[in-house]
Every structure is written in structure tokens, then in C-alpha cells.
């Protein structure tokens, strides 16, 4: 008969060892890194490629904003799931993987279903998709869809826009999942090398969605690109299966373990969750945090669109082409700047290094736009913005969300950290809004790199080591934290 093992041991289920994240600092990281990896390339499919592609077959910048905001908002508002996650737990099979678990599955039954609602033919301003009369209604309720309840076909990119925005509802709640899990298994001193080399992963999960899905799509349509992310998608999920957060715990409902979190209460009040955070929010640090985490990622929502109208239109590159470039050269330069991110903040302080960041990405959008008079000039190459600009943000963002795991104190530390990632997310879709703006692509460039400085002056006033100094009072006092 099986025993269960005691903590700080690895146990055994049939003939099979049974790895556990919490002993194992190289598994941890590597599933983690997965994790962010699946995140990545649908991500980097919808934001770069499909945009690119759909101005290519002749929807103007401002039609684009239609896929970018819908696929953005469910990254929004995963600062509702954050409380669901905190309140309803299975602690025998881990306080964090059931969640992953069921968000992935989720992520690849919609896709997998959307070759069973119809074929995506050409995505041109012409092209649209047969969908049942009562599906027609989901499609209604996306803004500026245009499409009429009873409806028997929707237009191609309404059809894409819907799609995605379900698939990342569950992509939103497998990321606050696995932000929670990172919350509570990393140690403090491998949080900034882990933050960027999850980041990085993400960034190549982008690649692998930006450039491969553009290939996918040139060679074989959209329904076999959809169906090849689902499979991905499960394949990780077989990977999030096989392992345990804690020594033993359950793997499966039916296999033998039981609670070892010291976090064992399977239900807690969602009021008391919120309360928590709000007195986490109650200090200066916490509170200027929200709007830091809000305001640095205008500047990248306002790139989405407007770098894929300037280049397929003003530099005359193809679809393929530049989504080729933001999966290579793009990529490459995140991949640099997150890795570059978590060890600098780890090494010479998170809120320095996010200030650096900050005012590289706002430098580089700025003289960009004010090149422009060179644009079209045979001397000028628009290439160098792309690598620059995401080096830059992704540099920022891993120290940011280094220093958002630092101040996120109180037992709701994992709906505090989702409320800074949700406001980020907010931030992204507002920039996305100013693409709207009947400007010139040399003013938006402007506008943008010129939101970024706001936050780079907010970090200045955060004390992030007084929160510190009060989680360790209250541990010292007996408070709950």
C-alpha cells in the first residue's frame, strides 16, 4: 500500500517518481517558464501577426484596434479571478495547479472548437465566417462588431476577435494562476534571475507565435494554425500533470496524498480577501504602484497597432515580413532585456533598473517619431525601433514585476500582485485606444514614448523596503499577513 512520504521528499505513485516544484528549484523554474511559454504564443499570433496581415488585406490602423482591445481585455480584468483563485482551493492536489490545470484546458478547447464553427478563409475586408444564427449573438456584444442578432456570417476579424477573446479568458486565469504559484514558491533571492527567465519565455513563446504563426498562415490557413497552438496547449498541460507542487500531494483527485500547504483551508471568505488587499493598499508605496504599473504600458499598447500600420503602409514591408521581424529581431531583443532585467535588479535594485528601462523604451518612441522627415529616405532603416523599443519595456517590466512581488504583503499577496497585472494590462488596452486618434504616425510615436515618463517619475517616490519592514513587524507581532 502507498504511504505518504514527509515533506522535503519526492514520493512515488505506481513504478512512477513523483517530482514536486517546492524541493526543486530547476523543475520550478522550468515549469514556470512553460507556463509563461503557452502565455506567449497565442499572445504574439493575435498582437503581431494577425494585425499585420489584416492591414495588409486592407483594414485601416483603426479597424485593427478592434482585434488588439478585445484580445487585451481579458488580460484587463484577470483581477477578478485573482479573489476566486485565493478562495477556492483543492489543497491536497496544490494550492495553484488545479487552477493551471483548468484554465489550460479551457485555452485549447476553444481553439480546438473553432474548427467546428467554420472555415476562416482570406483575412480581407471581404471575408467572412458562417456561424449558426444563435452564435451570431456572442459576436453581437463586441464593440463595434456591427453584427446583427439572427446573423447567419460575421466579418473575418470579428470572427478572430471573438475567438481569441475567449481562449485568453482562460489564458488570463492560467496567468494569475501561475503568478500565485510563482508568489508562493519562489524564494526571495531567485525572484529577479526566475522573473526574467520566465519573461524570456514568454518572449519566445511570442517568436514562436509571431513568426511561425505568419508562416503557418501564408502556407496552410488559419484553422490549421489555431489547431497546431491547441495541440500545444495540451501538450503542457500533460506536463502540468505529471508533477505536484508540494511533497505529497495529490496528483490526480484519485491518487493517493493529502494537504501538506500550511495555507490549508480549501474555502476562504472573498471578503476577507478584498479587505486584505485593501489594507495592503493602504500605504503610500502600494497605492503609487497601481497607477506605475498602469501608466508604463500605455506606451506598448500604443506600438501594437500603430508599428504594424507604419511599416506594412508607410515602409511598404509585407505582412510577413514584419511579423518576421517582431519574432526575430523583436524577440530577440525582449529575450535580451528580460534576462539582462532579472539579474541588473537583482543586483543593483528593482526600482533603478525599471527607471532605466522606462526611459530607454519613452527615448526610442520619441526619436522615432521625430526622425520621420527621414523616413523615406534610402538611408534610413526603421528596423532598429523594433529590437530597441521591446529590449527596453521588456528590461522594465521584469524589474516591475520583481518589485510588485517585493511590496505584495498581506495574505491577498496574490490578488495585490494580479491587481498590478491587471492595471498593466488596462494601461496596454488605453494605449491601444489612442490608435484611434486621426494623427500622423510620427505624432502617435511621440505621444506615446512621451507616457512613458510619467511612471519613471512615480518610481521615484515608492519605498519599497518600508513595506518589507512592516510584513516583518506584523510576522513579529503575530498579525496575519
Known amino acids: 500500500m502507498a504511504t505518504v512520504p514527509r ?71 484577470k483581477f477578478l479571478w485573482a479573489p476566486l483563485i485565493d478562495s477556492i482551493r483543492w489543497p491536497a492536489l496544490g494550492l495553484r495547479r488545479p487552477w493551471i490545470a483548468i484554465a489550460q484546458l479551457g485555452m485549447a478547447v476553444t481553439l480546438l472548437a473553432t474548427d467546428q464553427i467554420g472555415e476562416i478563409g482570406p483575412l480581407t475586408t471581404e471575408a467572412t465566417v458562417e456561424v449558426s444564427p444563435w452564435l451570431s449573438r456572442f459576436f453581437s456584444w463586441i464593440p463595434d462588431s456591427e453584427v446583427v442578432v439572427g446573423a447567419t456570417s460575421v466579418s473575418a476579424i470579428v470572427f478572430v476577435s471573438g475567438v481569441f477573446f475567449l481562449h485568453n479568458c482562460f489564458a488570463s486565469l492560467q496567468d494569475v494562476a501561475t503568478d500565485a504559484l510563482a508568489v508562493d514558491i519562489l524564494e526571495e533571492e531567485e525572484r529577479g534571475r526566475v522573473n526574467g527567465f520566465m519573461w524570456a519565455s514568454k518572449l519566445f513563446g511570442t517568436a514562436v507565435g509571431t513568426y511561425g504563426g505568419a508562416v503557418m498562415i501564408e502556407n496552410y490557413g488559419m484553422n490549421a494554425t489555431i489547431q497546431v497552438q491547441a495541440a500545444m496547449v495540451l501538450v503542457i498541460l500533460a506536463a502540468v500533470l505529471m508533477v505536484t507542487e508540494r511533497p505529497g500531494e495529490k496528483r490526480f483527485p484519485w491518487s493517493r496524498g493529502k494537504t501538506v500547504s500550511r495555507q490549508t483551508a480549501a474555502l476562504r471568505s472573498p471578503i476577507i480577501v478584498m479587505q486584505e488587499l485593501f489594507r495592503a493598499l493602504t500605504l503610500w508605496t502600494t497605492a503609487i504602484g497601481v497607477l506605475v504599473a498602469m501608466l508604463y504600458s500605455v506606451c506598448q499598447g500604443v506600438f501594437i497597432n500603430l508599428a504594424a500600420d507604419t511599416f506594412v503602409k508607410v515602409f511598404d514591408w509585407s505582412a510577413i515580413e514584419y511579423a518576421k521581424a517582431q519574432g526575430s529581431y523583436g524577440v530577440c531583443g525582449e529575450v535580451i532585456g528580460a534576462i539582462a532585467g532579472g539579474f541588473f535588479c537583482d543586483r543593483f535594485g528593482r526600482r533603478k533598473m525599471a527607471f532605466i528601462g522606462g526611459l530607454i523604451a519613452s527615448g526610442s518612441l520619441i526619436v522615432f517619431g521625430l526622425l520621420h522627415p527621414y523616413w523615406l529616405s534610402d538611408s534610413f532603416s526603421p528596423l532598429w525601433i523594433i529590437p530597441l523599443f521591446k529590449g527596453a519595456t521588456a528590461f522594465q517590466t521584469v524589474a516591475l514585476f520583481s518589485l510588485f512581488m517585493k511590496i505584495s504583503w498581506t495574505t491577498a499577496a496574490a490578488t495585490q500582485f494580479t491587481l498590478y497585472m491587471s492595471v498593466s494590462n488596462f494601461g496596454m488596452l488605453l494605449g491601444t485606444q489612442l490608435n484611434k486618434l486621426e494623427w500622423q504616425q510620427w505624432q502617435l510615436f511621440v505621444l506615446g514614448g512621451t507616457s512613458a515618463l510619467i511612471p519613471i517619475v512615480l518610481l521615484l517616490l515608492m519605498k519599497p523596503d518600508f513595506v518589507v519592514k512592516k510584513r516583518l513587524a506584523d510576522e513579529k507581532s503575530g498579525e496575519p499577513i
Open 7 to 77: 515533506p522535503g521528499t519526492d514520493h512515488r505513485e505506481g513504478n512512477g517518481l513523483i517530482m514536486n516544484l517546492k524541493d526543486h528549484r530547476g523543475l520550478r523554474t522550468a515549469m514556470l517558464c512553460l507556463l509563461y511559454f503557452a502565455q506567449g504564443f497565442p499572445w504574439g499570433f493575435v498582437i503581431y501577426a494577425l494585425i499585420a496581415v489584416f492591414i495588409e488585406g486592407g483594414f485601416t490602423r483603426v479597424e485593427t484596434v478592434l482585434i488588439s482591445s478585445v484580445a487585451i481585455l481579458p488580460w484587463s480584468f
